[in-house]
Each structure stands twice: as C-alpha cells, then as structure tokens.
Nanobody, 127 residues
C-alpha cells in the first residue's frame, strides 16, 4: 500500500489550494483516508477524514466550512480542497489510510489509528 500526496505550494491568505493523495495497493474502495497536518513546533493534527467509499466525512473545527474532502474511486485519489486559507493553515499536510471502512467518531483524527502514511506536501499561506 502506498500513498502519494501532492499539490502543496505557496498561496496568499484568502486563496485556495487543492492537495491530492493517490492511493495504490488497496483492492477495495472501502477504506478510510485522513488528512493530517503538522506545523513547525506543533503536534500533528487531524483536519479531515473521508470514510466508507466517500459517503462519510469529518472535519476539524478549525477547517469546517473552508476545507472539503472528496474522493474519486475510479482514480484511487482523495482530494482536500482548501479555501479561504489562513496563515495558520501553513503546515506539511499528510494523507493517511486505514483499511477499516468506518472508524469510530472519536478515532478519525487519531494518528495511531492509521496504518499507512504518505510523505507529506508543504502548504504555505502568506499573510
């Protein structure tokens, strides 16, 4: 199983960016993908999660209403659309996969629940 994150870059505050996570090695569409981010000097935090082939999504309060997670099962790719970006969104963004179709609500943003991780893509939001 491999995850390849891409699409990071530099964007001005208020702008938009879409990062992608290409997933390979799964034989089913029923797995969970979480997006996490880690800013310098801070702990890794979960920001979005998509489960059960795309029918269930979760968002952290800090990104609710600004970020949208989606997946294209035909392309085995998960997207994180980020709008109204703020300087505090600056971080390395990671996608992670768990082979469980549904994680409990309390576990969706728990990093240790995820078995596979991509390499991360840097998102920098300038003020």
């Amino acid at each position: 199983v491999q995850l390849q994150a891409s699409g990071g870059g530099l964007v001005q505050a208020g702008g938009s960016l879409r990062v992608s996570c290409a997933v390979s090695g799964f034989t089913s569409d029923y797995y969970t993908i979480g997006w996490f981010r880690q800013a310098p000097g801070k702990e890794r935090e979960g920001v979005a999660c998509i489960q059960n082939s795309g029918s269930v999504t979760y968002y952290a309060d800090s990104v609710q209403g600004r970020f949208t997670v989606s997946r294209d099962n035909a392309k085995n790719t998960v997207y994180l659309q980020m709008n109204s970006l703020k300087p505090e969104d600056t971080a390395v963004y990671y996608c992670a996969a768990d082979m469980t179709a549904i994680l409990s609500t309390g576990a969706v943003f728990t990093a240790r629940e995820y078995d596979y991780w991509g390499q991360g893509t840097l998102v920098t939001v300038s003020s």
